[in-house]
């Protein structure tokens, strides 16, 4: 079955950076767009940022310049490279493989890694 295993997040300062990886399976993520979601506190879910698989980016305009989605095909894994971070980038992160309209391809979820952003 499909599953998302999301790691790497904790408690950083304002202005520190964390890298947050996501190890898929259960499909063949390599045809797939994949990316990156978050949910703070009382909002919805939204796209941080996602990537095809030949390179096409979407990215969420708060984030811009400050991070970066990578993939290994080979591991089927997908990162999220987050630098000056923010007190608002505090949320829970998710993966998910997306559709071609870069909304979720699967209800399947992964437990998220929360990200806290704190001096």
């Known amino acids: 079955q499909v599953q998302f295993v999301e790691s790497g997040g904790g408690l950083v300062q304002p202005g520190e950076s964390l890298r947050l990886s996501c190890t898929m399976s259960?499909?063949?993520?390599?045809?797939?767009?994949v990316g990156w979601f978050r949910q703070a506190p009382g909002k919805q879910r939204e796209l941080v940022v996602g990537?095809?698989?030949?390179?096409?980016?979407k990215i969420l305009e708060a984030v811009k310049g400050r991070f970066t989605i990578s993939r290994n095909n080979a591991d089927n894994t997908v990162y999220l490279q987050m630098n000056s971070l923010k007190p608002e980038d505090t949320a829970v992160y998710y993966c998910?493989?997306?559709?071609?309209?870069?909304?979720?391809?699967?209800?399947?979820w992964g437990q998220g890694t929360q990200v806290t952003v704190a001096s």
């Open positions: 990537i095809g698989s030949y390179g096409a980016q």
């Open positions: 259960g499909f063949s993520s390599t045809i797939y767009r």
């Open positions: 998910n493989a997306l559709e071609t309209n870069w909304t979720p391809l699967y209800d399947t």
